[in-house]
């Protein structure tokens, strides 16, 4: 089985920064794409930033110079570093990672974290 955890939302002002970070644990063989999704209330789930196995990234429009996407391939851990940021910021973020598990080492399969809340407010 595995699982991915979140960590790092919270409330800031903005112009603030966050740093949420995401581990992945479990029976993993490899781990190939690694993405960072949000939804606010009301809006659809939408892809703010990927990056490959070998550390290629993307970004959405919107957040672009704003947010940097990284990963620490040793740890399973992928990182969202958000800077400058702005009410339209506020969401719960996911996390999402494409893996290749041990008991099927034939296939690539998608999860998902639980979600992680950032509000930004003055």
């Known amino acids: 089985q595995v699982q991915l955890v979140e960590s790092g939302g919270g409330l800031v002002q903005p112009g603030g920064s966050l740093r949420l970070s995401c581990a992945a644990s479990g029976s993993i063989f490899v781990i190939k794409a690694m993405g960072w999704y949000r939804q606010a209330p009301g809006k659809q789930r939408e892809l703010v930033a990927s990056?490959?196995?070998?550390?290629?990234?993307d970004y959405v429009d919107s957040v672009k110079g704003r947010f940097t996407i990284s990963r620490d391939n040793a740890k399973n851990t992928v990182y969202l570093q958000m800077n400058s940021l702005k009410p339209e910021d506020t969401a719960v973020y996911y996390c999402?990672?494409?893996?290749?598990?041990?008991?099927?080492?034939?296939?690539?399969?998608?999860?998902w974290g639980q979600g992680t809340q950032v509000t930004v407010s003055s």
């Open positions: 999402n990672a494409d893996i290749v598990t041990m008991s099927d080492m034939f296939n690539v399969y998608d999860y």
């Open positions: 990056i490959t196995s070998g550390a290629s990234t």
